[in-house]
């Protein structure tokens, strides 16, 4: 069963707005969550994460929103730019536990 | 239709033992890549294999790691002598094709919890 899901296969957006990813989880015991970013020549690389204690985690233009009573994670972008283009996991974890990743979202900028 | 599956979740060794972590990939798929994840790290490539061939081993620790990925049978990933440092999540990922080329779907496994004591 698919505890993290992401429910938008794909996204457009035009250069210098904003993209907003979006992820819903289920389980209500997940304390730490991430995004990742795949490009197609590599493999995933880490981007962002938050931890339950907080709300917001901010790094340059990428910033994570979580609402933990909706069970939702959204990942912000501004000025998103055409180097943005990738595909975006988000993935979340409870304590000792494995890491559950959603299935991507397909983030296109056009320039 | 079975997805990455990787086995055991949790795996608890005492420091000098051996940890094997296996990975059965999606059916259908013959590409497999190992990576790890630190504490407070993102992931990062380990080892890239097809059936028989390791194809790329460029995030391979130069000792103590080997990975295989035989003809029958999941994708071993070992590590000999564990050390604390090595405690970390490891994941599995399958695609039909080389992981470069975008048409092809990326699936990851849930993952290895490694703890080294």
């Known amino acids: 069963d698919q505890q993290v899901k992401q429910n938008s296969p794909s996204l457009s957006v035009q250069e210098g707005r904003i993209s907003i990813l979006n992820c819903d989880y289920t389980n209500s015991m997940f304390d730490y969550f991430l995004w990742y970013k795949k490009y197609p020549a590599e493999g995933p690389t880490f981007l962002i994460s938050?931890?339950?204690?907080?709300d917001k985690n901010e790094d340059g233009r990428f910033t994570v929103f979580l609402n933990k009573s909706a069970k939702h994670l959204s990942l912000h972008i501004v000025p998103s730019q055409p180097g943005d283009s990738a595909v975006y996991f988000c993935?979340?974890?409870?304590?000792?536990?494995?890491?559950?990743f959603g299935t991507g979202t397909s983030l296109t900028v056009i320039p | 239709n079975a997805g990455v599956m990787q086995n055991p979740r949790h795996l608890v060794r005492r420091r000098g033992q051996e940890a094997r972590l296996r990975c059965s990939p999606m059916k259908g798929h013959s590409h497999v890549y190992w990576y790890r994840q630190l504490p407070e790290e993102g992931l990062k490539f380990m080892v890239y294999l097809q059936k028989e061939n390791i194809i790329d081993e460029s995030g391979m620790p130069k000792e103590r790691f080997s990975a295989e990925f035989p003809k029958e049978g999941p994708s071993i990933l070992r590590i000999q002598q564990v050390v604390r440092g090595d405690s970390a999540a490891y994941f599995c990922a399958s695609s039909l094709g080389r992981h470069w080329e975008m048409n092809y779907g990326y699936t990851f496994g849930s993952g290895t919890r490694l703890t080294v004591v």
């Open positions: 938050i931890s339950s204690i907080k």
């Open positions: 993935a979340a974890s409870a304590v000792g536990n494995q890491f559950y």
